[in-house]
């Protein structure tokens, strides 16, 4: 339930539209606008600039480089159409790419870009590396304050940058909240920096 006179928080996320566990967080923060007085900003980080230079096995190395066009053509949609745009769009991609395991295609982003309403050729000029410095911008900005150790989701909230929350399932209505309202509290002590447990499972999309 949203609370009279409480001021809207903001919480900025970046993500790369390839990730399942990003996706699930983005879902579980489109819950929590639901319960309580929460503005997500969707910013975008590419694991595949994270992850250039190093030495990584060959079927890893295949989705990274997959992962690029994905990172560039929303990164395009932000140069295009602003900020607030890019949020439709990864629905629309990440709907394709989590849900309906369509290809990591240009084909594919095409079709994401027609369902969001913005011009297919976004993709063409992300293809051509017209969005690349300012895709490598947007990482940056999301990653630095958080440390090259970790992947994606990040969140910058209270005014600090986590990685994170992972979780499978993503909780919805009441419980997203009360989840929020924990991950809230502990990112406003500027000591805080890290919980952890081993995961026991993948990704439960839905």
């Known amino acids: 339930m949203r609370l009279a006179g409480v001021m809207t928080t903001t919480v900025d996320f970046w993500f790369d539209p390839s990730c399942p566990w990003a996706w699930m967080t983005s879902r579980w923060m489109l819950e929590v606008e639901k319960v309580r007085d929460v503005h997500t900003v969707f910013h975008v980080m590419s694991l595949a600039v994270l992850n250039e230079g190093r030495d990584l096995p060959d079927d890893y190395r295949a989705e990274m480089d997959k992962a690029w ?26 709907t394709r790419y989590h849900l309906g395991k369509e290809e990591r295609s240009i084909e ?40 090259q150790d970790v992947g994606t989701p990040v969140l910058h909230i209270n005014g600090m940058a986590l990685f994170g929350p992972v979780m499978s399932p993503a909780p919805k209505g009441e419980e997203a909240g009360e989840l929020f309202d924990g991950f809230e509290k502990v990112t406003a002590y500027p000591g805080f920096f890290e919980l952890k447990r081993t995961r026991t499972v993948g990704p439960i999309l839905d």
């Open 108 to 147: 594919t982003v095409k079709a994401a870009l027609v369902e969001s309403g913005y011009d297919e050729s976004i993709a063409d000029r992300a293809d051509k590396g017209e969005f690349d410095e300012a895709m490598r911008a947007s990482h940056h900005k999301g990653m630095d304050p958080v440390g």
């Open 69 to 94: 066009i994905g990172a560039q053509a929303a990164t395009g949609v932000v140069e295009v159409h602003g900020q607030e745009a890019v949020r439709d769009f990864y629905t629309a991609l990440g």
